[in-house]
């Protein structure tokens, strides 16, 4: 059945629809030999679709596992820097996973890696409307005043955030709730709070829990977990 090229990348396991369409625009994907365009449809049972040169994978059976991702470790499959990655962590997985939106090298905590694209744009996609919710350190004097600020952001640059929702925990930690996911959204709202991030541990993602899963371990999402993330499409 022919449909949009980036639903074939994506329904084969190597991305989201978003990220496909970057790679259509990247030059890295082909039809028959020929380079593709953003837009264009094909049937993957007659087609020749390649990735960087490699055919789409034959669709096998789902994955979906939660890792606790340590610092220290980039979000990706290969770096080219030379840099420790997630995909060592779940090397024992015995599928090709890929991660669902990331953290950075500093961050820790939930990160949820499947061969499952559509799967991976719902939990991603803004429409959605996912929370995600850390729990943070910082270095600095904590406040009700510095809650405020951080939750008074309404724009990071130029593009508009949902307001987070802090809370004050003991011991001065944060719990820190965003929606949108930008590039360093949490470390960037403690700076305007004047706050410097020590640990920054991502504990939720919508109805998904870290709960007691310890750092560098994985674990399978149980069928509730798989079901609330395909609710999502």
């Known amino acids: 059945m022919r449909q949009r090229l980036q639903k074939c990348i994506s329904e084969a396991g190597l991305a989201s629809r978003r ?7 990247a030059g890295r994907v082909t039809v028959n030999s020929a380079p593709a365009a953003l837009g264009q449809s094909a049937d993957p049972e007659r087609d020749d679709i390649r990735v960087d040169g490699v055919p789409l994978p034959t669709v096998g059976a789902r994955v ?3 890792l606790h991702k340590p610092r220290g470790y980039v979000t990706t499959l290969h770096d080219e820097r030379g840099r420790r990655t997630v995909a060592e962590l779940v090397s ?3 599928a090709r996973v890929y991660p669902v939106g990331r953290l950075d090298l500093n961050s820790e905590g939930l990160l949820i890696l499947t061969n499952d694209g559509a799967a991976a744009n719902a939990l991603m996609h803004p ?8 729990l943070v350190d910082v270095s600095g004097a ?10 008074g952001v309404t724009e990071l640059d130029g593009d ?19 929606w949108e996911g930008r590039n360093r959204q949490v470390r960037r709202l403690c700076e305007k709070a004047g706050l410097k991030v020590r640990r920054l ?5 919508g109805e998904l829990r870290l709960g007691t899963l310890p750092p560098r ?11 609330y993330i395909k609710s999502l499409f």
Not at 127 to 134: E, F, G, I, L, R
Not at 142 to 150: F, G, I, Q, Y
Not at 201 to 205: F, G, H, I, L
């Open 127 to 134: 429409s959605h409307d996912v929370a995600k919710t850390y």
């Open 92 to 94: 024992g997985v015995g």
């Open 201 to 205: 541990v991502r504990v939720a993602e």
């Open 64 to 66: 979906y596992i939660m």
């Open 217 to 227: 371990a994985w674990r399978y999402l149980s069928r509730e977990e798989v079901a």
């Open 142 to 151: 904590v406040s009700d005043r510095a809650a405020e600020v951080m939750r």
């Open 160 to 178: 508009a955030v949902r307001p987070a929702s802090v809370e004050i925990l003991d011991g001065g930690r944060l719990s820190i709730t965003i």
């Open 19 to 25: 990220a496909a369409e970057a790679m259509i625009v």
